[in-house]
């Protein structure tokens, strides 16, 4: 007997979708009865209490069998309840592909697909050939109908198991989709003997401890969008194992802020899951989760996702939000109708009677057809037209004839920028070119008034925007670890703030490196409106001066000590094209966050004297730091930036994070399709120079190898596992001088590049010099200076192999004197033989800063006429003091009387 026959034929099988609740378990339960014959088969994935429940407690209630062991080509129909969607039930992926569409299938040969749902239908759902989908709270609802209307016999324990499907999914008849079918079924029910105290026991379980825990997360992590004229919450978290039952920790955070949108976000393991929950008409859930692969009902929705950062996903939650939710049409809250226009013969008399009359400031004026506008007039004008005598002329000899329009769909923001801003005495209000309505200036300030803020909209839209942040006072903190004097030099720039009534951040590195225990002078400060304005009043009140860069809106303010402190105002970059210099724009803290390169550099704390030291952290940083993890913000973050990726590099090594499996992802997309090609040689120049800046650069020049970004630099660059073995020697040599020598300034990035370009061709050096933009100088260093370095280490470890007896301490002062100190640390790290380094380190240690006491004046006095001599006497007495020959003042002048040194002053 093959396997074929072996399994079970049957003609009808029934299921539903996966991560079943009690609805769809209970539906599948219900078609069992109406399709007696049939088969349910379990959706995998259960939520593990009503596995528990139903397979331990309720089994005997299904015929049930696993979709393995059943002959689907014997099947004839498919019975699907609580869905319609193809990806949600993947168990009869197979016979999905075998239903006929025909309303006669079974005469076709198909199978027939039966569908029971109370979701709303979307684009890409099946087809069924016999079809119920009524809007119910609970698609058991529907099938309870239809078992009482045929009068099919229910026992006690199945219509507790259909009324708990109706409980659960009405919310225990809270949600605003419960309907009266299903009051009247869950009725129906009771009358069947389901017992409500089981329902009760289930329905009402209490949650776990780890639950809690998630539950406070939830309750902590809340921030609140006005979007389209609505509070929208939504709460981001991640947790490292799986959270069970998050639809009712959802529920219970709905419940306990009683707020009527409600979105969680929820990292768990590698997946994201969002979970949303609405109490009003204007917010489907639904509808919003299912164009992120999710769906639902308008009232509660989930979805998953891949591959993507919590703060990816956030921002495309809140467009898509914005897009979905039906607006609130303030515009049409605040407008005056029907308006009042008059025409533009009317006179200025005639005007102010009307405005006298309706008690307003102004007046629409239009020619012949209402609608076909011309100006206005304000009852200023018509007050001074009338104080002149000229009340008998048209009101347009005197009319305002640049005149703004709005549309009913507008926000406030727009509103309030075309008044207050734009100086419009007047907003006529278009739609479809018919005008509707008017705001004026007494409209708007009611408004604003009636929003319940002294101050202006925008000023409380903002406050919005930090209480979307996760905020917490570290003031104690910042006095452990500040010294009292940064702590001083903050708070003044706090108070600068506070007497011009602006909010004042220090941000970024110094935030970052704050919370990492690490040392930073930076002080990075970005202010919500003008930041040079701030700049020049801090320098004025510091006493110090103040240098300002106006095409970016920052400015540096130098205090007397040398101090340096940059100040920028917040603002919006956007790029035209990938790698092309950001366009700058004045914005929000929040905007000018979201515009950097990673997280962990988006933390800002603020230093107004009312909030002084509270932490703000709008995307998640705190948490990669925790995680030492480098992640960026947005997917296109390479492609606006592909600098980035060398500073992603830099990062990880500095700190000895790991870059993000996304992050990384996005690096490697970003070199293949080549976003470098656009990028300045000098900015990749930037970015090189900083990574070998670092402590210990090496593992960053790893990661550019092996990532294959050394071609950017240039195609014939390379770097082998010689070179990588050269820079260990060099970061060896380099801490050995910076431990000897501390104040010795030198450029540091140039010994490691010269060892990184020392294996190629002099013409690559050349173009990477040329395409860098390096200065002269810096070309001669790499270049024709390090050549000349390789010839003098050649001779010197000649030298030392073949064991010259002549080489004495005046001879290795000559052969590496004319060297600058970054030549010769890089010989030093480059020397083949301890011997050579040794001999490079005594010169450097001994010999190089040896000087003669004897001056021209000296030698005037015994006699020798001044001339160009001079030089080679000066030396020759120098090496002599080099080869120990001579050590005092009276030795050196004695070695020249005695040598008789002769010259020509010619």
């Not at 507790?160 to 809270?174: P, R």
């Not at 590099?649 to 700190?655: G, L």
């Not at 996304?662 to 490697?668: A, V």
């Amino acid at each position: 007997m093959n396997e074929k026959d072996e399994k079970i034929k049957i003609n009808t099988i029934i299921t539903s979708h996966v991560n079943s609740d009690f609805d769809s378990i209970a539906s599948m339960l219900a078609a069992q009865k109406l399709y007696p014959d049939s088969i349910v088969v379990f959706p995998g994935s259960q939520e593990k209490s009503l596995r528990d429940f139903f397979i331990s407690s309720m089994s005997y209630l299904f015929n049930m069998e696993n979709p393995d062991a059943i002959d689907f080509s014997s099947v004839k129909t498919l019975v699907l309840v609580d869905t319609r969607q193809r990806n949600r039930v993947p168990d009869v992926a197979e016979l999905i592909k075998c239903i006929s569409k025909s309303k006669h299938s079974s005469k076709s040969g198909g199978v027939e697909l039966h569908i029971y749902d109370h979701h709303p239908k979307q684009e890409d759902d099946l087809e069924g050939t016999f079809e119920v989908n009524d809007k119910t709270g609970a698609t058991v609802t529907i099938l309870s109908r239809i078992l009482r209307e045929r009068k099919i016999p229910i026992t006690p324990d199945e219509a507790t198991v259909m009324a708990l499907g109706i409980y659960e999914d009405t919310g225990s008849f809270n949600y605003s989709s419960t309907t009266e079918s299903d009051f009247l079924e869950a009725g129906f029910l009771v009358s069947c003997g389901a017992s409500v105290n089981t329902i009760s026991s289930l329905i009402t379980r209490e949650i776990s401890t780890d639950q809690v825990t998630w539950l406070n997360a939830m309750l902590n992590e809340i921030t609140c969008h006005r979007i389209n004229g609505f509070d929208i919450h939504i709460s981001t978290i991640s947790s490292t194992s799986y959270i069970t039952d998050l639809a009712s920790i959802v529920q219970k955070v709905v419940k306990i802020e009683d707020i009527n949108v409600f979105f969680a976000i929820v990292l768990m393991e590698n997946k994201i899951t969002i979970v949303g929950r609405s109490r009003i008409d204007e917010t489907d859930v639904g509808q919003i989760l299912s164009a992120m692969g999710g769906g639902g009902h308008a009232y509660a929705a989930s979805a998953k996702i891949m591959d993507k950062t919590l703060v990816q996903v956030e921002q495309e939650l809140l467009g898509i939000i914005k897009n979905k939710v039906r607006t609130r049409q303030i515009v049409m809250e605040i407008m005056s109708s029907p308006p009042i226009i008059i025409d533009t013969m009317i006179t200025c008399r005639k005007a102010s009677l009307i405005m006298t009359r309706y008690n307003i400031n102004a007046l629409l004026i239009s020619e012949g057809d209402r609608n076909n506008l011309t100006g206005y007039i304000s009852r200023q004008v018509i007050e001074k037209a009338l104080y002149h005598k000229l009340d008998h002329l048209p009101v347009k000899e005197y009319m305002s004839t640049e005149l703004s329009i709005i549309s009913p769909d507008a926000d406030i923001h727009e509103v309030e920028n075309k008044i207050m801003e734009g100086k419009e005495a007047i907003l006529p209000v278009i739609r479809e070119n018919e005008v509707i309505g008017v705001i004026d200036r007494t409209d708007l300030v009611s408004f604003l008034l009636s929003y319940g803020k002294n101050n202006r909209f925008m000023a409380a839209q903002e406050e919005k925007s930090l209480r979307n942040a996760r905020k917490r006072n570290i003031e104690p903190f910042l006095k452990e670890r500040l010294d009292s004097k940064i702590i001083d030099l903050l708070k003044d720039i706090g108070r600068a703030g506070d007497q011009v009534g602006l909010d004042i951040f220090v941000v970024g590195g110094f935030v970052r490196d704050l919370l990492l225990y690490r040392n930073s002078d930076d002080i990075d400060i970005v202010v919500e409106g003008d930041g040079i304005a701030f700049a020049r009043q801090l320098a004025e009140m510091k006493q110090g001066r103040c240098n300002i860069h106006p095409e970016f809106g920052t400015a540096v303010v130098i205090l007397p000590c040398g101090f340096k402190i940059d100040v920028a105002s917040a603002r919006l970059e956007y790029y035209n094209y990938p790698a092309a210099l950001p366009t700058v724009e004045k914005s929000s803290i929040k905007v000018d966050l979201f515009r950097r390169d990673f997280t962990i550099n988006t933390l800002a704390i603020r230093l107004n004297m009312i909030e002084f030291g509270t932490l703000i952290d709008f995307f998640g940083a705190q948490r990669d730091l925790k995680d030492k993890t480098i992640r960026i913000i947005h997917n296109l973050s390479f492609v606006e930036d592909p600098t980035r990726v060398f500073r992603a590099i830099k990062f990880a090594n500095r700190f000895g994070f790991v870059i993000g499996k996304l992050t990384l992802s996005l690096i490697k997309n970003a070199i293949k399709l080549d976003f470098f090609k656009n990028l300045s040689g000098l900015r990749v120049f930037s970015e090189i120079r900083q990574i070998l800046e670092e402590d210990n650069p090496i593992s960053a020049i790893e990661y550019i190898r092996d990532y294959q970004l050394d071609k950017i630099i240039h195609p014939e660059f390379c770097i082998d596992r010689e070179t990588i073995a050269f820079l260990a020697s060099v970061k060896k040599t380099l801490d050995w001088h910076d431990l000897m020598y501390l104040d010795v300034e030198y450029l540091r990035w140039s010994v490691y590049f010269m060892v990184l370009t020392k294996r190629s061709p002099i013409r690559v050096c050349e173009d990477i010099c040329s395409k860098f933009q390096l200065s002269p100088r810096q070309t001669s260093i790499i270049i024709r200076d390090r050549l000349r370095a390789d010839e003098r280490l050649y001779l010197l470890e000649k030298s030392l192999v073949e064991k010259i007896p002549l080489f004495k301490n005046s001879a290795l002062y000559n052969l590496l004197s004319t060297f600058k100190t970054e030549h010769i640390l890089y010989m030093m790290a480059t020397a083949k033989k301890e011997e050579t380094r040794k001999a490079i380190s005594f010169f450097y240690t001994q010999l190089k800063d040896l000087k003669v006491s004897i001056r021209g004046r000296d030698l005037i006095q015994i006699g020798i006429k001044p001339g160009p001599g001079y030089k080679n006497i000066i030396q020759a007495v120098l090496e002599a003091k080099l080869d120990g020959l001579v050590e005092t003042r009276e030795q050196e002048m004695e070695f020249v009387k005695n040598r008789n040194i002769r010259f020509n002053n010619n």
